[in-house]
């Protein structure tokens, strides 16, 4: 038996049906309101390659102008699809990146004039200077960034002609790729030979001794004596060996440099000799800020303070916090004295600053030139450290940051024969195949009917 619907009972069912469709158009406005002013992404690729890592979402928020980005790209749809996709993620970061296309078959003068030479290649230009760039990597866009971010170039030099570690050396003692990636970051390296030299370089922006292996001579140490008191600032690496001749340099800072070999046995969890020692704590300074990766310093000596007068010092690096400060000789059998061996943490790295003539002036001290050199720059988080140290001295606070790491993947990239045996193969052959066993099955079911 039929239930009849009095008019009553319709009036209400149809008052809850366009009450329906109204929440429904409420909550449809109400997602595309959150969709358009929030963002959600998950990232799924190895190493989290399609997403910027946090440093240069950093660097990016620092950047204070537009940038603008001119790609010399020919008009195939698919470069320029790849162009834009790399840049999205930093236009979303930062909105002032304007992005324009010109395709250097229809201006080869403007190509020509801006040196391109590479289909695809940028142009990036901010703050009236501008750079190429032709690899589209995170690390290389970022360096880019960060060097036209300086406004200028910055030099940086390292004593010469006393068998210090050299910017240009390949030796695994040497800072060749120290230098390398500093050149990468916008400074400009080079070497300082004051026997040469009539005075420190006026527009040096940073002097950096590293280990000499004989005595300067008085009138080179009193060249950097001059230097530094007009205001320079200085990184000093210091090894176990004796500082040949700058007594007098180490005095200006109030400068004692304890003898013995720093030892952390927590060394061995990471299979290394316990005189690597495994810097995991770093002071209240910009230069640590943020900074949380481990770095190793071989064959590290203790530094410290006695009086450093006007200088502001504050503990950088620390190292060894269950280890201890090995006087006695390093031998097969290293123990901890009691009363003779100084237990740790032990201070390895200083930071020294002060204001001369209304100008910060700033210097850096570490006790171990190995922890940059080419043969253990590479280990963990010694090159940022070392990259850090170098801006914050360059005085270039905003860019101080762990640097991007390259990605572990790629894109995958298909020869034209794979592209079209996957189209073919899955849009035809396929979906063709199907069609043909649905027929069959069909057919045979009607017969059996």
């Known amino acids: 038996m039929a239930t009849r619907i009095d008019t009553k009972s319709r009036r209400k069912l149809s008052a809850q049906n366009w009450l329906f469709v109204l929440l429904l158009i ?3 406005g109400m997602l595309s309101w959150v969709a358009r002013d929030y963002r959600k992404e998950w990232d799924v690729s190895q190493n989290a390659r399609n997403t910027l890592s946090e440093p240069t979402i950093a660097m990016l928020r620092e950047l204070n102008g537009p940038v603008t980005i001119t790609s010399y790209a020919t008009a195939q749809e698919d470069l320029r699809k790849v162009v834009r996709d790399f ?3 930093y236009q979303r970061v930062k909105q002032d ?3 324009a296309f010109i395709d250097p078959r229809e201006q080869p003068k403007l190509a020509q004039a801006a040196g ?6 940028l142009v990036v230009e901010f703050g009236r200077r501008s750079e190429n760039i032709a690899t589209l990597t995170e690390q290389a866009f970022a360096n880019v960034l960060m060097r ?12 010469d002609g006393h068998g210090e570690r050299k ?3 390949d030796a695994n003692h040497d800072l060749g790729l120290f230098g390398k990636q500093l050149e990468n970051k916008g ?13 420190v370089p006026e527009n040096l922006q940073i002097l950096v001794i590293a280990s000499p292996k004989v005595d300067l001579l008085a009138p080179e140490v009193q060249k950097i004596k001059r230097w530094i008191d007009r205001g320079g600032s200085l990184l000093w690496l210091i090894d176990q060996e004796p500082i040949r001749g700058m007594q007098p340099i180490a005095d200006i800072f109030g400068l004692v440099l304890n003898g013995g070999t720093v030892v952390d046995p927590s060394a061995q969890l990471i299979n290394a000799s316990p005189t690597m020692a495994v810097a995991t704590g770093y002071g209240q300074h910009p230069i640590a800020k943020n900074f949380s990766l481990n770095t190793i310093l ?3 000596r203790s530094i410290t303070v006695d009086d450093s007068r006007d200088w502001r010092d504050t503990p950088l690096i620390e190292v060894a916090p269950r280890g201890w400060l090995e006087m006695s000789p390093i031998g097969q059998s290293i123990t901890f004295d009691k009363g003779k061996d100084t237990p740790g943490p032990i201070t390895v790295g200083l930071a020294l600053e002060r204001t001369l003539n209304d100008k910060p002036q700033r210097v850096v001290i570490v006790g171990s030139g190995h922890f940059l050199a080419n043969q253990y720059v590479g280990l963990v988080g010694n090159m940022d450290l070392g990259i850090n140290i170098v801006n914050w001295l360059a005085g270039d606070d905003n860019l101080i940051t762990v640097q991007p790491r390259a990605t572990l993947d790629s894109g995958l990239t298909l020869s034209r024969t794979s592209m079209m045996v996957i189209v073919y193969g899955f849009l035809v052959l396929l979906p063709l195949g199907f069609l043909v066993t649905g027929g069959v099955i069909w057919w045979r079911r009607r017969r059996r009917a």
């Open 26 to 28: 409420a909550f449809a």
């Open 87 to 89: 840049l999205a993620p």
């Open 97 to 99: 990146i304007a992005l």
């Open 116 to 121: 391109v030479q590479v289909n695809g290649e």
């Open 148 to 159: 036209l971010a300086r406004g200028q170039e910055r030099l940086v030099m390292s004593l």
């Open 167 to 169: 910017f240009n050396g």
């Open 187 to 199: 400074f400009r390296t080079g070497l300082l030979n004051l026997s040469l030299a009539q005075e």
């Open 298 to 300: 071989p064959f590290a």
